[in-house]
């Protein structure tokens, strides 16, 4: 059955595309966190594998909204290893354990790969495609990789923190200027 909601057949594919290179990248991260999830080690053990919990169900959920956009709009998402391989920005570290502080530094990088993907998106699906609602669905997506990349941020400040002992003189000297 055809589809008329506004949207030229070479609009929806460019957004099929798009929108699969989110749920590529968004799968690759699942698998990352849930690995990491797995395998962390160490004083913080707990915090990390509650936290990673957290985050791979969230993923759970995108990535299906994700599948789902892509069908909404008449297209078919993808659904292989390779496929998903093949179409992401970020990149595997096949049979590497890293510590738990490196897990974590890792996966803030990715988060903050997808997040500069997704702003270009957010633009190219709006200027180029002329589909407002994916551009939104996208923003929605954004901040949800914004906010567990504070998450893991803050982790990784507060290890900082700790360690250097100069939080105070920080905030102390952030509150002056």
């Known amino acids: 059955m055809s589809i008329n909601i506004g949207l030229s057949e070479q609009e929806r594919q460019g957004v099929t595309d798009i ?24 004083p913080q053990f707990r915090t990390l594998h509650e936290l990673w919990k957290e985050h791979y169900e969230a993923l759970t959920i995108s990535i299906d909204s994700v599948a789902e956009r892509v069908r909404q709009l008449n297209g078919y998402p993808l659904g292989t290893a390779e496929g998903f391989l093949k179409n992401a920005s970020l990149k595997e570290h096949p049979g590497d354990l890293p510590s738990a ?15 500069r993907n ?10 180029e495609f002329h589909d407002e609602g994916t551009s939104d669905f996208l923003t929605g997506l954004m901040e949800a990789h914004e906010e567990m990349a504070w998450m893991l941020r803050s982790f990784l400040d507060g290890e900082s923190f700790e360690s250097s002992g100069t939080r105070d003189q920080e905030l102390a000297t952030s509150n002056l200027a």
């Open 118 to 127: 997704l702003r270009g998106f957010v633009d190219q699906t709006s200027e």
């Open 101 to 115: 502080q490196e897990m974590v530094k890792r996966l803030v990088v990715d988060h903050e790969q997808i997040i």
């Open 19 to 42: 929108l699969n290179k989110v749920l590529a990248d968004a799968y690759l991260l699942l698998i990352k966190t849930k690995k990491y999830h797995w395998d962390v080690v160490g």
